[in-house]
């Protein structure tokens, strides 16, 4: 994927409730992580997103001074609940708002609705005019950071 030129992000170790973790467990959850990544494909990783989106204004703190930039969305597809029966495809286009950033699930159990939506939704997006950003772009656009000073 970072050969591809994806953008990596750390999601934790073992995805735990970050909420429930002490500071040391904390930081071991994302070094460990960040470590690997940068062994892996020679990147530092930037984003870090919280499992479950549980966070708090000291758990972002904390992240920031690792340097990382805390990451969580608006649309929330819950791609991951089999006993949703509104299609994915109309939790995208009900919910959908300018600059949103859409959570959808690759692993984790069955994601055969996640992969028959997924060209429906891209269809709809490029259709209504949105484009598709990176994080890293998306967060150059909304925060831009003046790498000149």
């Known amino acids: 994927m970072a ?3 994806h953008s990596i992000g750390n999601h934790t170790w073992n ?3 970050i909420i429930n973790l002490s500071p040391e467990e904390l930081a071991t959850e994302i070094s460990r ?3 690997l990544i940068n062994e892996l494909t020679g990147q530092d990783v930037q984003f870090f997103r919280p499992p479950y989106g549980s966070i708090s204004e ?6 920031m001074e690792k340097g ?3 990451i969580l969305w608006d649309l929330d597809t819950n791609d991951w609940d089999v006993t949703i ?3 994915i495809y109309e939790r995208v286009v009900s919910r959908l708002k300018e600059q949103s950033i859409i959570l959808m699930h690759d692993g ?3 994601r055969e609705s996640t992969v028959e939506a997924l060209p429906k939704i891209i269809e709809y997006l490029k259709q209504e005019g949105y484009q598709f950003l990176t994080i890293p772009e998306y967060y150059q656009r909304i925060y831009p950071i003046d790498h000149e000073s």
Do not use: M
């Open 108 to 110: 984790g159990g069955p």
């Open 3 to 5: 050969a591809a030129g």
């Open 58 to 63: 000291q758990i972002s703190r904390s992240i």
């Open 33 to 35: 992580t960040s470590r």
């Open 85 to 87: 029966t509104e299609p």
């Open 68 to 70: 990382l930039y805390p």
């Open 15 to 17: 995805h735990p409730d």
